[in-house]
Structures are given as structure tokens and as C-alpha cells.
């Protein structure tokens, strides 16, 4: 067998569906019918998940770390708030496309500037697109409202069937559905030569362009679709919530998704998904013991994830589901943290 | 024309006290190359000491400054060989996380213990006001801003260029093995130095409670310009983060007198710029380990 097919192998029986996934999957739907007066929270958590794969592509495949990313999310809920309140596309879906595409149009046009430049300047020029946003967002207020937000969005039927009902039970469906339609375009991505490609560039980028890798074009092409992913949930976001507002773009915004994202653990797609999970009851917890005060708490579980060490920290996390796997399937565990954690 | 002149001098002593607050950041991100984001956290305890020990315990303006300096340089200490010495090895993102993390507990436990609203600093009458020098109107506290600034950062260049600490300084970062080869602690120098910059930042903190406001979501709201005025102005001196926070304040105050509604979004493009056309700031070395 030749080096190459032996990659080739290696990475087709990687991206086989294990039967966790598909358990995991099953997990999220069944969710829906057992806590079914939670729609709210739980479509709160499928949007924040979706976003937080939007940083994964990334953060965890590219290595790109952004600080700025609530940019590309407040494009898409403006977007799709504009769209909805002038009613130019009154359709929820081709609108969420279409608020999509526009933070598509941003993310391709802002990644040139991105993909220039080391760590340091990477964050402060993408902390620096969100900020102008907001900054834009405040000064032209007569078309996002100001600090008010978008008011009066009224979401037609999605598809002409699917009303948005009170209880956000069709936003639940509707944003899980989304969110899997995502999950499995994204799946397809990271296992495709062109993920690979992008794992290579994360690990090395001198050694990817020494073999034959462009770059720069890769880089380019996974941050525009990492902000149309990030649109996407922007965008969904304005939907199920009827209300856009200027905080979308907020500094906080991309900070907690960071926490999510680092709660989960990058580069295996699950890791915002389940860190969104976390993230969320955490905030629930911490807002019931001080309501005013629950961010003191998220920051002391920052800091403290980081003084343990991100990779140990997984390590302990998935110990148990991995000895239950050994122990069932009597094979080697496959929920595993993947090697070169983060950039 | 004078308004020109009073908005130049409202800008230099702006632009003077961002300095003053960023320096320390410019040894901690740009020597030390550790992302510091909770740098404005340290300014925010040395501005809440003073306003403390002078609004409720009647300590003079004068008297607290110092107290803001020594507190934040301490708290700075106790944090580094607790916490941040540790960092200094890791990537970027945990570094980004964890000073983040810091940033979001000192916000919350300020509003905690000091409640959510401005906080003033009762000043002595003498700093009230201001005065007309040949028509151009000066403040009082602008005109001290700018005294003790200009004071401290003609210091900051001499110790660096001239002491032995300087010197000690400047091979440590330059390259930490060989510094240390030749006998120097560099761990603490680093930590010295870390901790002089918190106390710069808190003396900082405590002279912007007139000028740019003290509540607890300051850390947050001041953090991309310190961080404008390291990477704008590079690392290789304090001359380069002197300018970039002079240019910093003066085009942040005269952009928000002239096009009060464009202010934030000219400083931001401007940032983006400079960035992407050097990327290592305008006075920075080409080379950056």
C-alpha cells in the first residue's frame, strides 16, 4: 500500500459516523420532547452552538484566532432583521440565506486582512471589525434603530407551513434543523482533502506551503465560510427572537463564544455543540446563586481552564465517556481529543 | 483658532494620561509578548483606591495618587507570581482567555462591592477651572495631567536608557537565555517590571476619573486603545507608544469635536490601516520573535 492511499484510508475511516454521533444527535431531538416547556433556552443553546462551530472552522481547523467574530454573527441579524422588517424577503429561509451570504460577502472581503500578520495583529484587527461595526451600527441609527434595536419584526411562516408559534417550539425545530443541515456541510469540509489541508496549515503553516498547500487561498476561503456559518446563527438569532440590537456585535459576544468553544474543546466540531451546552446551564446556575454577578463566575472559569491546561482538561472531561466506550465497544475510544489542540 | 489650540491641548494631555495608562501594556505585550487584556483592570483598582481614600476617608487629591500607584503595583505583583508567570510560555489564545477571564471578574466584583455608577474623585479647588493664556483656554487638571505625564515619561526614558535596571531591562527581552546566562534574574526582572506597570496603570486610572470616566466596565471599554496605542506604536521604545497615544488622543478628541458622530469609526479604520500596512506598528522593529 502506498503512502498516499494509506492517508487516504486513514482519513475515510476517520470520518465514518460513529454511533455516538448519531446517538448524540438523536440526544439533541429527543431533548425536544422531553423538556418541552424549555424551547426557549434550548433554541438559545442550538444557536449558540452553531455559532461557536462557526468559530471552530477556524480557530480549531486554521488555527485563526479571532476576537471579533460577534461581527460576522450582528451582520446576519441585522440582515435578516432588515430583510424581515422591510419585507423583502418575507421567506424565514431564503432570508436566512441570504443574511448568510451578506456576512459571507464580509467575511471574504475583511479576510484578506485577516490572514495578514501574526497572532497579535489577527485579534486586534479583528477586534477592530466588530468595534467599527458596532460603531457603525450606533451612527446609522435610522436603519438599525440605535441602542434600541430593530423593533416590530414579524416572522411570515417558514416555508408558508411552519408558523412561529409563542412557545418558540417551531424556532426550536427550525434552528436545530438548520443547525444539522450546517453541521453535516461542515462534517463534509473537515474531512475532505480541503480540511485536511487546512489541519496541515494549522499545524505548520511553513511546512504546508513547503508541500504544496496555498495558504493564504485556504485561509481565505474556510474564514469566509466560518462567517457565513457565524451569519447564519446571527441570522437565526433575529428570527427566533424577533429583536436585533447592537449588543449582537458586542465585544461580550465574541468572548463568551471563545469560553464555549475552549468549554468543548476545538477541532472535533462536537466541541461547540457541547460546549454550548455547558456554557448555557453554567450561566444558568451562576445567574440563580447572583443574578446581577454571574460573570465574576464565568471569568473565574476562564481563568481557571486556563491554569489547568486546556489539553489536561479535556483529558479529565472525557475520561469517563472513554473508559464507558472501552469498556462497551472493547475497542480504542473514539471520542478523543485530536492531537496539535489548538493553535 | 484658539479652539484649535484648546482641543490640541485637551488632546496632548488625553494623549498623555492613554500613555501613562498603556506603557505597562507596552512591556507586557510588546517586550514580553504576553496579551495582556486585562491591563485596564489594573487602572480601574488604582482609580477606585484613590477615589476611596479620598472621597470617604478625606485623604488629600495628592496624597492618593501615590496610594493609587502602590496599590495597583502591588495587586500587579501579587497576580504575576500567582498567576500570569505561568503564561508567559503559552499560546496566545490562552493567554487572550485567561486575561479575559480577569477582565470579566474585576468588572463584576467592582460593581459588586462599589455599585455600577460614575465614580468622581473630589479634586483640591486648586486644580478647577481652567485659565486663558493668551486666549486659548487651558484646564487646571489638563495642565497637571500634562506636568506629572510629561514628568513621568521623561523618568520611564531615562531609567530605561541610563540605570542598570534598564539596561538589565533590555537584555532580558531582547534574549531571556543569554540575559540570564550572564546572572540576571530575568524572572524577576519581568515581574518588576510587570508590577511597575500595573502601578502606572492604576496612577494612570486614578488621574481618568476626571477625564475619562471611572465605572466598572472601564477595563472594557479602554482596552482596544491601550491595545491601539502597542501595536500602533510598536515595541522597540516608549518613544513609539509616546507618539502613537499623543496621535491617539489628539485625533480621538478633535474627531470628536469636529465629527462628533464619525469619532469611534475614524479611530478604528485608521487602526485597521496601520495594521495591515505595518503590521508590527509604525515604529516598530521589522522583526518580531
Known sequence: MTAQSDVGFHARQHARWHWAEIVFWIAALGCAFVFPSRYLIMTDIVRLGLFALSLDLILGYAGIVSLGHAAFFGVGAYGAGLLALHGVITEPVIALAAAGLAAMVLGFLTSFLVIRGIDLTRLMVTLGIALLLEALAERFSDVTGGTDGLQGIEMQPILRLFTFDMFGKTGFFYSLAVTFLLFLLARRIVHSPFGLSLRAIRNNPLRAAAIGIPVNKRLVAIYTVAAFYAGIAGALFTQTTALASLDVFSFERSADLMLVLVIGGTGYLYGGLIGAVVFRMLQEIFSTITPQYWQFWIGAVLVVIVMVGRGRLHRWVLWLPNLVITQLAGRKAAVDVPEGEGP | ?289
Open chain 2, 1 to 289: 483658532m484658539t479652539s484649535i489650540l484648546t482641543n490640541l491641548f485637551d488632546g496632548v494631555a488625553y494623549g498623555m494620561l492613554l500613555f501613562v495608562l498603556a506603557c505597562g501594556l507596552a512591556v507586557t505585550l510588546g517586550l514580553m509578548n504576553f496579551v495582556n487584556l486585562a491591563h485596564g483592570a489594573f487602572a480601574m483598582a488604582g482609580g477606585y483606591v484613590c477615589a476611596v481614600l479620598v472621597n470617604r476617608m478625606g485623604w488629600p487629591f495628592f496624597a492618593g495618587l501615590p496610594l493609587a500607584f502602590v496599590s495597583a503595583a502591588l495587586i500587579g505583583a501579587v497576580l504575576e507570581r500567582l498567576l500570569y508567570r505561568h503564561l508567559y510560555a503559552r499560546s496566545h489564545l490562552d493567554q487572550v482567555l485567561f486575561s479575559v477571564g480577569l477582565v470579566f471578574m474585576s468588572v463584576a466584583a467592582v460593581d459588586f462591592i462599589m455599585g455600577s455608577q460614575r465614580v468622581f474623585i473630589n479634586l483640591p479647588s486648586v486644580l478647577e477651572g481652567q485659565f486663558d493664556l493668551y486666549g486659548v483656554g487651558i484646564g487646571r487638571y489638563r495642565l497637571m495631567i500634562i506636568v506629572i505625564c510629561g514628568l513621568l515619561t521623561a523618568l520611564l526614558q531615562l531609567i530605561l536608557a541610563r540605570t542598570r535596571f534598564g539596561s538589565r531591562l533590555r537584555a532580558a527581552v531582547d534574549d531571556p537565555r543569554a540575559a540570564s546566562g550572564l546572572g540576571i534574574n530575568v524572572p524577576q526582572v519581568f515581574a518588576f517590571t510587570f508590577a511597575f506597570g500595573c502601578g502606572l496603570a492604576g496612577l494612570g486610572g486614578a488621574l481618568s476619573a476626571e477625564v475619562l470616566g471611572l465605572d466598572p466596565y472601564f477595563p472594557l471599554k479602554f482596552m482596544i486603545y491601550f491595545l491601539i496605542v502597542v501595536t500602533v506604536g510598536g515595541s522597540s521604545s516608549i518613544t513609539g507608544p509616546f507618539l502613537a497615544s499623543l496621535l491617539l488622543g489628539v485625533a480621538d478628541v478633535a474627531g470628536k469635536y469636529y465629527v462628533p458622530k464619525m469619532g469611534p469609526f475614524v479611530i478604528y479604520t485608521v487602526m485597521i490601516v496601520i495594521l495591515i500596512w505595518r503590521p508590527n506598528g509604525l515604529f516598530g522593529r521589522t522583526a518580531v520573535r
